[in-house]
């Protein structure tokens, strides 16, 4: 998710797994190795909470990520920012699966040119 639509390369990364573990990256898609490098150093301050429900073979995640992440002054409706979701999944060595939103082309998450829009609206 980025709101910086001058450099669509900047922009911040959020993961979570099915056990509750979470990084949230500060990228720069430009980089040799987007994600590599001390992304991770980046705080957003976000919080997640995951539900494993195996006898279903089911998992999900709930995120709540501080405004602050994306925008440095209050947002006000019509502000945009890029946006996908993802989920990459198999084992480690072995990727079995890459789904997006919005699909990127290749298996490579860090291309935000094709990354969607979210406008924020009013609330009513």
């Known amino acids: 998710m980025g709101s910086n ?28 190795r987007p994600g ?5 150093l980046w705080d957003s301050g976000f919080e997640v909470k995951s539900c494993l429900d ?11 990520i ?3 992440a994306f925008f440095e002054e209050s947002p006000e409706a019509g502000d ?12 480690e060595a072995k990727r079995d699966f890459f789904l997006a ?12 040119q094709k990354f969607g829009i979210l406008r924020l609206v009013a609330t009513q």
Do not use: C
């Open 5 to 32: 639509l001058e450099h669509i390369n900047l922009y911040n990364e959020f993961q979570v797994s099915p056990q509750g573990e979470f990084l949230d990256l500060k990228i720069d898609s430009l980089s040799k």
């Open 66 to 68: 501080p405004i602050k």
């Open 36 to 40: 590599h490098g001390d992304e991770w």
């Open 101 to 112: 939103w919005r699909p990127t082309g290749v298996w490579n998450p860090h291309r935000p």
């Open 80 to 91: 945009e920012m890029r946006v996908n979701v993802y989920r990459l999944g198999g084992p």
């Open 54 to 64: 195996r006898k279903n073979k089911m998992w999900y995640a709930e995120m709540r």
